[in-house]
Structures are given as structure tokens and as C-alpha cells.
């Protein structure tokens, strides 16, 4: 088992910035992929950003060059860094581990989720 404890929502104007954490405990599998999902109101939950354990990086089109991801591996925590934000992100942001490659068993651990709310 994984536990995931996500921090960092809040409201933020329009063009602001904030910074998401998630910390991973408990079974820590070494070769793994930490990310960020959002699911706006009446929408899909997406991929937002993921890093691997080798450090590479992967992002939604509507992300890049305004959010940027990255890992303090010693702590097995993921952050993400949002700037320039507008309100169409806004959402609930979930922070997912998983295996990866030939280690994937399939199984996606969640957070709880932490509230992003961009005003225009």
C-alpha cells in the first residue's frame, strides 16, 4: 500500500501562482511514476504532469511552459509548480503513484485530492 498526502490548493487570481506537494508513504517501490491529475466540474479527470523516477518528465498540452514538476526523492514527495494561471484550471488536483515499465502491476494509488480555484 501507498498513502498519498497532497497540500498546497487555494484560490489564486487569475496570472498567480502556487505550488502543489504530495508526500508518498509506505510501500515505495523504487522504479515508479509520481503525477498530478485534475478533474474540473462535469469533466474527466486528466493528466496535468508526471515524472518518473529517472526523472522524466511528461505534460498536457495546455500545462506546458506555465507548470512545471519535480521530485524530492529523498522525501518521496512530487510538487508542482503552477504559474500564469488561468481560470480554466481550475479543479480538484490528485496526486497518483504508480510502478513503471515492466514493474506496472496495474495499480494507481491516489491522494484525496487538494482544491485549485483560479478567479479571473
Known amino acids: 500500500q501507498v498513502q498519498l498526502v497532497e497540500s498546497g490548493g487555494g484560490l489564486v487570481q487569475a496570472g498567480g501562482s502556487l505550488r502543489l506537494s504530495c508526500a508518498a508513504s509506505?510501500?515505495?517501490?523504487?522504479?515508479?511514476?509520481m503525477g498530478w491529475y485534475r478533474q474540473a466540474p462535469g469533466k474527466q479527470r486528466e493528466l496535468v504532469a508526471a515524472i518518473t523516477s529517472s526523472g522524466r518528465t511528461n505534460y498536457a498540452d495546455s500545462v506546458k511552459g506555465r507548470f512545471t514538476i519535480s521530485r524530492d526523492y529523498g522525501k518521496n514527495t512530487v510538487y508542482l509548480q503552477m504559474n500564469s494561471l488561468k481560470p480554466e484550471d481550475t479543479g480538484d488536483y490528485y496526486c497518483n503513484w504508480r510502478r513503471t515499465g515492466a514493474f506496472d502491476n496495474g495499480i494507481n494509488y491516489w491522494g484525496k485530492g487538494t482544491l485549485v480555484t483560479v478567479s479571473s
Open positions: 509506505g510501500s515505495i517501490f523504487s522504479i515508479n511514476t
